[in-house]
């Protein structure tokens, strides 16, 4: 059920996210400070004429930071490492935004209409719960899905065994408690209770001068005391772990904050 129209622009913006991954940067000194600027200008037109947009804007928007000031927007350098992760983050932005409207689009198109616009269809609605990713190095990318497996061992151990044990109990009925792993610390630790991770994350990303460095230090004053989370064991490693119900993960830091 996807259109003519929204498939071109499905392909359009992938298309763009393959040419943003292109550019190249080169490191500048500009006025005594640590600027940059993208080599291949056939890629920024690419991506232009992609997006639609003009290709000094884009230009602008990797090689600069504005700061807002006095009434007044003020422009100045970044250096090349600062002007790929924003690059990075801005196709990540895109992606997961397409994503999700994907998945809208699909589930609109499996239960969003009335029973008699569907008649001699038969669907079948499928959740696909992907397993833990656990590699040499973790980042953001893997805590993001570790995460989403977390929470939905949360929804199964709520539905499956405090509700329905609650209910049990409600009722008078004679029976034997079941075991079973609450995982629910390691939820509100990630993104529940108030200072969690991912808000950590977000409020340093807003600070003019937040770094990994930082962000891992407040995760460590935060959540060190936690059974749940893991101070990393080596000064010289920027990451820090956390205990999973399927096992204990260690996530790097690095670059997470741009």
């Not at 499905?10 to 190249?24: C, K, P, V």
């Not at 397993?131 to 199964?156: M, P, R, T």
């Not at 893991?230 to 993960?249: C, D, E, N, P, Q």
Request: proline share 2%; glycine share 6%; net charge negative.
């Amino acid at each position: 059920m996807f259109s003519e129209k929204e498939t071109r622009i499905l392909f359009t913006l992938l298309a763009a996210i393959l040419h943003l991954g292109n550019l190249s940067f080169q490191a500048l000194i500009q006025d005594n400070m640590e600027a940059c600027t993208i080599t291949n200008d056939d890629c920024i037109a690419s991506v232009a004429h992609l997006l639609q947009i003009p290709s000094k804007r884009i230009h602008e928007a990797f090689t600069s930071k504005s700061t807002y000031a006095s009434g007044e927007l003020i422009y100045s350098p970044i250096g090349e490492e600062r002007a790929r992760h924003i690059r990075d983050a801005f196709v990540k932005g895109i992606y997961g935004r397409l994503f999700i409207w994907i998945v809208g689009k699909i589930n609109s198109s499996i239960c969003g209409k009335p029973m008699e616009d569907t008649e001699g269809r038969v669907s079948l609605g499928v959740l696909d719960i992907f397993g833990f990713e656990n590699f040499e190095v973790n980042s953001f990318e893997q805590l993001c899905i570790n995460y989403a497996n977390e929470k939905l061992h949360s929804f199964f151990v709520d539905h499956v065994f405090k509700m329905e044990q609650a209910e049990y109990s409600r009722e008078g009925l004679d029976w034997t408690p079941v075991d079973f792993v609450d995982n629910q610390e390691v939820v509100d630790t990630l993104a529940q209770k108030p200072m969690n991770c991912f808000a950590l994350m977000d409020e340093e990303s807003r600070f003019p001068m937040g770094s990994d460095e930082s962000f891992l230090q407040k995760l460590n004053l935060q959540h060190g005391n936690s059974s749940c989370f893991v101070k990393s064991k080596s000064l010289s490693r920027a990451s820090f772990g956390v205990v999973h119900f399927a096992g204990t993960i260690q996530y790097d830091v690095t670059g997470d904050i741009i």
